[in-house]
Nanobody
Framework: QVQLVESGGGLVQPGGSLRLSCLVS????????MSWFRQGPGNQREWVAR????????YYADSVKDRFTISRDNRKNTVYLQMNSLKPEDTAVYYC???????WGQGTQVTVSS
């Protein structure tokens, strides 16, 4: 059974940083590109970033480019999202997702507020 467990969220002031993690089990991790999505209050879920199977390529939404960095450790079946220069509009529940699959975790809440 596929499980995705996101962690690392919390409350941070504007301009601060957080590092999210997503531990994946139940599938061959290296076979999948991995994405991060987020869903803010009253908003639809939106794509944030994606990383290729072996990490050679990364892609970002314009709203997070140059502030967020996606990475992965295939030995640990884990994908990360380093978030810097956080803004109030980054407040959302963040989810990881194996590319083009229906699998989702419970998400981790990120709140950016002073």
């Amino acid at each position: 059974q596929v499980q995705l467990v996101e962690s690392g969220g919390g409350l941070v002031q504007p301009g601060g940083s957080l590092r999210l993690s997503c531990l994946v089990s139940g599938l061959t991790f290296v076979s999948y590109a991995m994405s991060w999505f987020r869903q803010g209050p009253g908003n639809q879920r939106e794509w944030v970033a994606r990383i290729a199977n072996f990490g050679a390529s990364t892609y970002y939404a314009d709203s997070v480019k140059d502030r967020f960095t996606i990475s992965r450790d295939n030995r640990k079946n884990t994908v990360y999202l380093q978030m810097n220069s956080l803004k109030p509009e980054d407040t959302a529940v963040y989810y990881c997702n194996p590319y083009n699959t229906k699998y989702w975790g419970q998400g981790t809440q990120v709140t950016v507020s002073s």
